[in-house]
C-alpha cells in the first residue's frame, strides 16, 4: 500500500498512515470532534506506546484497561480516549472476525464500489459518512478505485477540499479549512 496522504506534518506518521491500512482505518476512525492532524497522528503514537507494528489480532486481545491507559497518556489520541479506546480494540476485533486480522483486506480486491461501502459501514466507529469519506481516501489518496466509488463517495468524490480526502500537502490541508470554515459561516455541511 502507498499513499499520497500528508495530513499530520510529521513525514514518519505520514508514512505509517501511507503504507498501514490498519493505521489508516484507526486515523479515520479518530477523525471526529478533533483536528485531522491529531486524529491521523494518533496511530503513530500508539504505534510507539505499544513498542511495535500496529497489530488488530494483539489490539483486540490486549486488557481494556490497560489499552485505555494508552489511549490516555499524554498526548491523548483523542478527546474521549475513554471511549475512543473501546472503539479502537472493537474495530480491530472486527478485523479479526471477518478479516483475518488484515485491515486492508476490507477494500483490497472489492470490484464495485458499493460492496465497499458496506464493508466500511460495518467497521465498528464508521458511519455513512465516514464510509464515504473513506472511499474517497482510497480512491484519491491510494488510487483504489472500484468501479461506482464516485457514487458511493458522493460529494467526497469531487474536487471541491472539503474533506481528508484532499489531502497531500500543508496547502491543501489548510485550503480544506478555509472551505471548511467558509462552509459553517453559510450554515452548511462538508456534504453540502
Known amino acids: 500500500m502507498k499513499g499520497t496522504l500528508a495530513i499530520t506534518g510529521d513525514p514518519d506518521a ?4 501511507n503504507s498501514d491500512p490498519l493505521a489508516l ?3 479515520m476512525l479518530l477523525d471526529q470532534q478533533i483536528p485531522m492532524e491529531w486524529a491521523f497522528m494518533g ?3 500508539l504505534t510507539d506506546r505499544l513498542g511495535a507494528p500496529l497489530d488488530a489480532s494483539a489490539i483486540a486481545s490486549m486488557d481494556p484497561d490497560e489499552f485505555a491507559e494508552l489511549v490516555k497518556a499524554k498526548p491523548a489520541l483523542h478527546r474521549f480516549p475513554g471511549s475512543m479506546a473501546t472503539r479502537i ?3 480491530c476485533q472486527h478485523l479479526v472476525d471477518e478479516y483475518d486480522g488484515d485491515a486492508g483486506a476490507v477494500w483490497r480486491g472489492v470490484p464495485r464500489g458499493d460492496v465497499l461501502f458496506e464493508r466500511l459501514v460495518a467497521l465498528p466507529g464508521y458511519g455513512e459518512e465516514k464510509a464515504r469519506i473513506f472511499t474517497a481516501i482510497l480512491a484519491k489518496r491510494f488510487g483504489t478505485t472500484p468501479t461506482g466509488w464516485e457514487d458511493v463517495a458522493g460529494p467526497f468524490a469531487d474536487d471541491t477540499p472539503r474533506s481528508v480526502a484532499d489531502v497531500d500537502s500543508p496547502e491543501a490541508l489548510e485550503r480544506v479549512r478555509a472551505w471548511k470554515k467558509e462552509q459553517k459561516a453559510r450554515g452548511k455541511t462538508k456534504a453540502e
Not at 505520514?14 to 498512515?17: A, H, P, S
Open 14 to 17: 505520514d508514512r505509517l498512515l
Open 25 to 27: 482505518l484507526l486515523g
Open 43 to 45: 496511530p503513530y503514537r
Open 89 to 91: 480494540q472493537a474495530l
